[in-house]
């Protein structure tokens, strides 16, 4: 007989194992379906690290699809640990996309192009995150509810975009005009499609982690998100602080969006995020809302993304394996978290 | 004696390098209240979980009727006749009285029978004065009426022992006495009743029988509790004699804070009407009465977190303007809540986080937006030395701290900065009387420096030893002041209830 025991403090090694426990228990349980489909549990693994991070152009493959994962990883952290539940980071991301398009194709010089890009896209996903915020403030709406279904509000607004004023004429899809040469985000690396972005992401995780960690904004996002009760006593306007948080987390999602843009496909169209916003929530779960763990756990989902499209290719296992991965990672991890708060204990031993 | 109704034997039981139990032995005979004293952190919550269920000791064994049993959950626990009301209850509070007394209880059929739990409340209504309205939900009961649901709840599932863990903590004076004859009835019926209590007099007027904890061990027991001295039993508990401070005269200087014409809508709970009071610099007001008669109220206006419809507010000579826990610390309030886990300290972070918390902002833990996180280290570590809080270290979640220990970090925190006006409430509820002693130095202390203090509390022998003056609350008004040296329980009394007041 096992049962749980309420811990008192967890050891800070738990924040390393446990993401790596809930990813080997994932690798476990989803080597049934690959089975399933036919293929070598091993082989499909196999050609799924080979081709995400097996040489250097694929491990600049994954980081490209890491950074946006890092912005919205960011945004979904930060906003957490205030318990500001921000579930919207993929319809801030589509606002920041957007933005940065429209300022793209303004001409200009480059450099200026890419910081009001920037710019742009952030202000975007901040006023939207703004929305779920203002309502949780005033109103006591439920900001789970409001960000998510404005992910769809978003998402069609887009659509109505693309596929009515920006709509290219002259094929006819739906996809707008692409953003100025000029604004293309530089390539660092010949020959891949590393972009600036990918550094801007690199370097947004420690700033964030020094500004949750050591600035007073960050104690106050804390202690907001633990006891706002407390929090209120202590002098902390926490309307004020959650107001912060979510404007922080938009501009972060938003971010995300602009790389898309400025580095990756210079246009927007329908399928621009394959969800990043939402694999944001899984990769803040796996990095334990700790800004600095955001990178590798969205290194690793973006391994799991670009690795599923290779052994799909190579075994025939349907890439949806990727989604059913990424499921399965926030599960492990969600229960993972238990052993947090909680320690096994074999009962029994009493005589 | 009767032969035991429940025998512990060696239990011993660690958390880490903390033995909380440490070859305990304890028992009870049916119609037997055992009282089990101990300073805080003595171990007698562990104790009682391990007979529980919660924990499973490292040693040691349990004997229900002279039988070996083993207990790995509440379930067993249960099973085998153990009810216990936690210091935290566990109700579900959407659903009515009757549905949290059939929670659990369906038959192997799965169906519920609520004809048959109507009729079980009202026979122990009736038996043991413990009335309860069964289509109430929870949440509409008061702190007292869901203990005495749960206390119903062990009842119904067929407790034959009943664990109450610090039960009167969460009462009004005179609500313990209707707990007091209810344990008495229950106890007159053949049930055994484990109590535990910090309060003395309680202890001394209910139980048969005392084990007193010390350290995790069992200290000593007292056989005749009635004809024991209060003073004899704290020395148990604690080692050394508990001699209470002595408030010497004081010297009152100016006003340091003054409501004037204070008045709140009816918002939640009792509104306040037309507050008037002054505190001095040098004096320790007491705020009597009984609870829900606008003292919390009172608290939040004065704490900044309320905005009063009417009336004036100074503090330290400035006219408070804006209401705001900010604005009004800024001016030298200091405050220390009674729920200290709520609106004090924040659990799940360390415990130097908590410590800085209302000051975060000034430039001793911070500059242009940026923390000093050796500043802040160095001051809780400084305070934990200086108020001798048992803990690990700064780092160690607030959460983990012994009640005790959470109102001296608390204390150290608002005292640190010298306010100018202390408002408390509460101020050793839960606490050992060795804790108690020490929190009532420390203000005893502060008054001598010229701090003006306010005290709400409800336990009047607490206020007549602390205060200079009392104030009497009654329906959100000052029913009427007494100097302290012309107080006395029975004219306190009849202030609380309004007598005064209207005669
Ligand atoms: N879950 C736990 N993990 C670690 N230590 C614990 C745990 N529960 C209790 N302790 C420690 O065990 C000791 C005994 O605690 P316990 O709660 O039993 O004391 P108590 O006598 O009930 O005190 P109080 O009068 O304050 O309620 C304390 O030192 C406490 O810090
Ligand atoms: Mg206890």
Same mark, same amino acid.
């Given at each position: 007989?096992?049962r #749980?025991? $309420?811990r008192?403090? /967890?050891p800070a090694w738990?924040?390393?194992?446990l993401?790596?426990l809930?990813?080997?228990? /994932?690798?476990?349980?989803?080597?049934?379906?690959?089975?399933l489909?036919?293929?070598?549990?091993f082989?499909s693994?196999?050609?799924?690290?080979t081709a995400?991070?097996?040489? =250097?152009y694929?491990?600049t493959?994954? #980081?490209v699809?890491a950074?946006?994962?890092?912005?919205?990883?960011l *945004?979904?952290?930060?906003?957490?640990? &205030?318990?500001f539940? +921000?579930?919207?980071?993929e319809?801030?991301l589509l606002?920041?996309?957007v933005?940065?398009?429209? $300022?793209?194709?303004?001409?200009m010089?480059g450099?200026?192009?890419?910081?009001?890009m920037a710019?742009?896209?952030?202000a975007?996903?901040?006023?939207?995150?703004?929305?779920?915020?203002?309502l949780r403030?005033?109103?006591?709406?439920?900001?789970?509810v409001?960000?998510?279904?404005l992910?769809?509000v978003?998402?069609?607004a887009?659509?109505?975009l693309?596929?009515?004023p920006?709509?290219d004429s002259?094929?006819?899809y739906?996809?707008?005009?692409p953003?100025?040469d000029s604004?293309n985000?530089?390539?660092?690396?010949?020959?891949t499609? #590393?972009?600036?972005?990918?550094?801007?992401?690199?370097?947004?995780?420690?700033?964030?982690w020094?500004?949750?960690?050591?600035t007073?904004?960050?104690?106050?996002?804390?202690v907001?998100g633990?006891n706002?009760e407390a929090a209120?006593?202590?002098?902390?306007? $926490?309307e004020?602080? #959650?107001?912060?948080?979510?404007?922080?987390?938009?501009?972060?999602?938003g971010?995300?969006?602009?790389?898309?843009?400025?580095g990756?496909?210079?246009q927007?169209? =329908?399928d621009?995020?394959?969800?990043?916003?939402y694999s944001g929530?899984?990769v803040a779960m796996?990095?334990?809302? +700790?800004?600095?763990?955001?990178?590798? &756990?969205?290194?690793?989902? &973006?391994?799991v993304m670009?690795g599923a499209?290779?052994? =799909?290719?190579a075994?025939?296992?349907p890439?949806f394996?990727?989604?059913?991965?990424?499921?399965? *990672?926030?599960?492990?991890m969600? $229960?993972a978290?238990l052993?947090t708060a909680?320690?096994?204990?074999r009962v029994g031993?009493i005589? | 004696?009767?032969?035991?109704l429940i025998?512990?034997?060696?239990?011993?039981k660690s958390f880490?390098?903390?033995?909380?139990n440490?070859a305990v032995?304890?028992?009870?005979?049916?119609?037997?209240?055992?009282?089990?004293?101990?300073?805080?952190?003595?171990?007698?919550?562990?104790l009682m979980?391990?007979?529980?269920?919660?924990y499973?000791?490292?040693?040691?064994?349990?004997l229900?009727?002279?039988r070996?049993v083993r207990?790995?959950?509440?379930?067993?626990a249960?099973?085998?006749?153990?009810?216990?009301v936690?210091?935290h209850?566990?109700?579900?509070?959407r659903?009515?009285?009757l549905?949290?007394?059939l929670i659990?209880?369906?038959g192997? @059929?799965?169906?519920?029978d609520r004809?048959?739990?109507?009729a079980?409340l009202?026979?122990?209504g009736r038996?043991?004065?413990?009335?309860l309205?069964?289509n109430?939900p929870v949440?509409a009961?008061?702190?007292g009426?869901q203990?005495r649901?749960e206390?119903?709840k062990?009842?119904? %599932?067929?407790?034959?022992?009943?664990?109450l863990d610090e039960?009167?903590?969460?009462?009004?004076p005179s609500?313990?006495?209707g707990?007091?004859?209810a344990?008495?009835?229950?106890a007159a019926? !053949?049930l055994?009743?484990?109590f535990i209590s910090?309060?003395l007099?309680e202890v001394?007027a209910?139980?048969?029988?005392?084990?007193?904890?010390?350290h995790? %061990?069992?200290?000593?027991?007292?056989?005749?509790?009635?004809?024991t001295?209060?003073?004899?039993?704290?020395?148990?508990?604690?080692?050394?004699?508990?001699?209470?401070?002595?408030r !010497?005269? @004081?010297?009152?200087?100016?006003?340091?804070?003054?409501?004037?014409?204070i008045?709140?809508?009816?918002?939640?709970?009792?509104?306040l009407?037309?507050?008037?009071?002054?505190v001095?610099?040098g004096e320790?007001?007491?705020i009597?009465g009984?609870?829900?008669?606008?003292q919390?109220a009172?608290?939040?206006?004065?704490?900044g977190?309320r905005?009063?419809?009417?009336?004036?507010?100074?503090i330290?000579?400035?006219?408070? @303007?804006?209401f705001s826990?900010r604005?009004v610390?800024a001016l030298g309030l200091g405050?220390i809540?009674?729920d200290?886990?709520?609106t004090?300290?924040?659990?799940?972070l360390p415990?130097?986080?908590s410590m800085?918390?209302?000051r975060?902002?000034?430039s001793t833990?911070?500059?242009?937006?940026?923390?000093k996180?050796?500043?802040?280290r160095?001051?809780?570590?400084?305070?934990?030395?200086a108020?001798?809080i048992?803990?690990p270290?700064?780092?160690?979640?607030?959460g983990a701290l012994s009640?005790?220990?959470?109102?001296?970090a608390?204390?150290?925190r608002?005292l640190?900065?010298?306010?100018?006006?202390?408002?408390?409430s509460q101020?050793?509820?839960?606490l050992d009387?060795?804790?108690a002693?020490f929190?009532?130095?420390?203000?005893?202390?502060m %008054?001598a420096? !010229?701090c003006?203090?306010?005290?709400?509390?409800e336990d009047l022998?607490?206020l007549?030893?602390?205060?200079?003056?009392i104030?009497?609350?009654?329906?959100?008004?000052?029913?009427g002041?007494?100097?302290s040296?012309?107080a006395?329980?029975? %004219?306190?009394?009849?202030l609380m209830?309004?007598?005064?007041?209207?005669g």
């Amino acid at each position: 007989m096992f049962r #749980l025991e $309420v811990r008192t403090s /967890t050891p800070a090694w738990f924040n390393l194992v446990l993401p790596l426990l809930a990813i080997a228990a /994932t690798l476990i349980l989803c080597s049934g379906l690959i089975a399933l489909a036919g293929a070598n549990v091993f082989e499909s693994y196999g050609v799924m690290f080979t081709a995400s991070l097996g040489d =250097s152009y694929a491990i600049t493959e994954t #980081l490209v699809r890491a950074a946006p994962m890092i912005f919205t990883g960011l *945004a979904v952290a930060v906003a957490f640990r &205030a318990k500001f539940w +921000n579930i919207g980071a993929e319809g801030q991301l589509l606002a920041g996309a957007v933005a940065s398009c429209f $300022v793209g194709a303004i001409p200009m010089p480059g450099p200026l192009a890419m910081l009001l890009m920037a710019v742009a896209g952030a202000a975007a996903g901040a006023a939207v995150a703004l929305v779920p915020a203002t309502l949780r403030v005033r109103f006591k709406v439920d900001d789970v509810v409001s960000s998510l279904l404005l992910n769809s509000v978003i998402y069609y607004a887009l659509m109505a975009l693309i596929e009515g004023p920006w709509k290219d004429s002259f094929s006819g899809y739906p996809i707008s005009p692409p953003i100025e040469d000029s604004a293309n985000f530089p390539v660092l690396i010949e020959g891949t499609r #590393l972009h600036l972005g990918v550094v801007a992401a690199l370097i947004a995780a420690p700033l964030i982690w020094f500004l949750i960690v050591r600035t007073t904004l960050g104690f106050r996002i804390r202690v907001t998100g633990e006891n706002p009760e407390a929090a209120r006593y202590g002098g902390i306007h $926490v309307e004020r602080v #959650l107001i912060s948080t979510a404007l922080l987390s938009g501009a972060l999602a938003g971010l995300a969006g602009v790389g898309e843009v400025g580095g990756v496909h210079f246009q927007v169209m =329908s399928d621009i995020s394959p969800g990043y916003g939402y694999s944001g929530i899984v990769v803040a779960m796996l990095a334990r809302l +700790n800004p600095l763990g955001v990178v590798p &756990a969205a290194i690793f989902l &973006a391994a799991v993304m670009t690795g599923a499209e290779a052994m =799909s290719r190579a075994t025939g296992v349907p890439a949806f394996l990727s989604d059913v991965i990424q499921g399965t *990672a926030l599960l492990a991890m969600l $229960v993972a978290l238990l052993f947090t708060a909680y320690r096994i204990r074999r009962v029994g031993a009493i005589r | 004696m009767p032969a035991p109704l429940i025998e512990m034997r060696g239990i011993t039981k660690s958390f880490g390098a903390v033995k909380a139990n440490e070859a305990v032995d304890l028992s009870v005979a049916p119609g037997e209240i055992l009282g089990l004293l101990g300073e805080n952190g003595a171990g007698k919550t562990t104790l009682m979980n391990v007979l529980f269920g919660a924990y499973a000791p490292d040693a040691g064994e349990i004997l229900i009727q002279g039988r070996s049993v083993r207990i790995a959950s509440s379930a067993d626990a249960l099973a085998a006749g153990i009810g216990m009301v936690h210091q935290h209850f566990h109700l579900a509070p959407r659903l009515t009285v009757l549905e949290n007394l059939l929670i659990g209880m369906s038959g192997k @059929s799965g169906r519920i029978d609520r004809a048959g739990g109507l009729a079980r409340l009202a026979e122990i209504g009736r038996q043991h004065g413990l009335t309860l309205d069964p289509n109430l939900p929870v949440s509409a009961l008061s702190v007292g009426e869901q203990q005495r649901l749960e206390i119903v709840k062990a009842l119904f %599932r067929g407790a034959k022992l009943l664990i109450l863990d610090e039960p009167t903590a969460v009462l009004a004076p005179s609500e313990v006495d209707g707990l007091f004859s209810a344990l008495r009835s229950m106890a007159a019926q !053949g049930l055994g009743i484990i109590f535990i209590s910090h309060k003395l007099n309680e202890v001394r007027a209910l139980t048969h029988r005392c084990t007193v904890l010390r350290h995790g %061990r069992v200290a000593g027991r007292v056989d005749d509790p009635a004809n024991t001295t209060s003073a004899a039993m704290a020395q148990l508990m604690c080692g050394h004699e508990i001699v209470p401070p002595a408030r !010497g005269p @004081s010297t009152p200087g100016g006003a340091v804070l003054i409501l004037d014409g204070i008045s709140t809508s009816k918002h939640s709970g009792t509104a306040l009407r037309d507050i008037s009071l002054a505190v001095h610099a040098g004096e320790i007001l007491g705020i009597a009465g009984v609870s829900g008669n606008g003292q919390r109220a009172l608290a939040e206006v004065i704490s900044g977190v309320r905005t009063p419809d009417a009336g004036r507010m100074t503090i330290a000579g400035q006219t408070v @303007s804006r209401f705001s826990p900010r604005e009004v610390q800024a001016l030298g309030l200091g405050r220390i809540p009674e729920d200290r886990m709520t609106t004090g300290l924040v659990t799940n972070l360390p415990l130097a986080d908590s410590m800085v918390l209302p000051r975060i902002g000034t430039s001793t833990f911070s500059a242009r937006g940026l923390l000093k996180p050796d500043a802040i280290r160095a001051f809780a570590e400084e305070q934990i030395k200086a108020y001798d809080i048992r803990c690990p270290g700064p780092m160690t979640r607030a959460g983990a701290l012994s009640g005790g220990n959470l109102q001296k970090a608390l204390l150290a925190r608002e005292l640190a900065f010298d306010p100018k006006v202390l408002i408390v409430s509460q101020p050793t509820r839960g606490l050992d009387i060795g804790a108690a002693r020490f929190i009532h130095e420390k203000f005893l202390d502060m %008054r001598a420096k !010229g701090c003006g203090i306010i005290v709400i509390g409800e336990d009047l022998e607490e206020l007549l030893v602390l205060c200079d003056r009392i104030a009497v609350m009654y329906e959100g008004r000052i029913a009427g002041t007494l100097d302290s040296a012309d107080a006395t329980i029975a %004219r306190l009394g009849l202030l609380m209830t309004g007598a005064e007041a209207h005669g």
